[in-house]
């Protein structure tokens, strides 16, 4: 059965990924860690997915541990994603960020 979200938990990863700032990106896991989840870093995609409308919070600086795009390559929601990193400067190439030079520490 699908885990499915709780409102205090949500709050908890969006004010972690309210906190990674411009230029910068974090994976799903550190999220979790930083946000008191530990290794529930499926959950962070999760919450993510159900901000509310009109929302503030920088969901797309949020990638997998090794740097890549967690959606298809070519979806609009990819493509969404690639175009915000890039316009705060963070470089994308073939769907992947170098977390050695942008992870958020």
Known sequence: ???????????????VVLAIPAGK???????AEMAGLGRQARY????????PHGHSVPWYRVIRSNGQIAFP????????????????????????VSMRRFRWN
Do not use: F
């Open 1 to 15: 059965m699908e885990q499915q979200t709780e409102p205090g938990k949500d709050q908890k990863i969006w004010q």
């Open 25 to 31: 990106v974090a994976s799903y896991g550190q999220v």
């Open 44 to 51: 962070i995609g999760r919450a993510l997915g159900k901000l």
């Open 73 to 96: 390559e070519g979806s609009e929601v990819y493509c969404r994603q690639v175009s915000l990193l890039e316009a705060e400067g963070v470089e994308v190439v073939k769907g992947r």
